[in-house]
C-alpha cells in the first residue's frame, strides 16, 4: 500500500507562483512513476504533469512552459513548481502514483486548493 499527502495550495493573485509538494509512504519501491492532476469545480479530472523514475516528464499544453514536475532521489517526494499562475488553473491538486503503465494512476492523495484570483 501506498500513501500520498499533498501539500502547498493557497490563495494567490494572477502571476504569482506556487511550490506544490507531495510525499509517498508505504510500499514506495513498487512505484515507477507520479504526477500531479487537477480537477476545477463542474470539470473532469485532468493530467497536468508526470514524471517517471528515470525522470521522464510529460505536461498537459495549457501549462507547458509555466509548470516543473520533479522528484528527489530517494523517489518519495514529487514537486510542482507553478510559475505565471492564472485563473484557470484554480482547482484542486491531488497527487497521483503508479506501479506500472498498464495500471495506470490508481494511488491518490486527498487533494489541495489552488485557487488564483485575477
Known amino acids: 500500500q501506498v500513501q500520498l499527502v499533498e501539500s502547498g495550495g493557497d490563495l494567490v493573485q494572477a502571476g504569482e507562483s506556487l511550490r506544490l509538494s507531495c510525499v509517498a509512504s508505504g510500499i514506495i519501491f513498487s512505484l515507477n512513476a507520479m504526477g500531479w492532476y487537477r480537477q476545477a469545480p463542474g470539470k473532469q479530472r485532468e493530467l497536468v504533469a508526470t514524471?517517471?523514475?528515470?525522470?521522464?516528464?510529460n505536461y498537459a499544453d495549457s501549462v507547458k512552459g509555466r509548470f516543473t514536475i520533479s522528484m528527489n532521489n530517494a523517489k518519495n517526494w514529487v514537486y510542482l513548481q507553478m510559475n505565471n499562475l492564472k485563473p484557470e488553473d484554480t482547482a484542486v491538486y491531488y497527487c497521483?502514483?503508479?506501479?506500472?503503465?498498464?495500471?495506470?494512476?490508481?494511488?491518490w492523495g486527498q487533494g489541495t486548493q489552488v485557487t488564483v484570483s485575477s
Open positions: 497521483a502514483a503508479r506501479r506500472t503503465v498498464r495500471a495506470g494512476y490508481d494511488t
Open positions: 514524471i517517471t523514475n528515470g525522470g521522464m516528464t
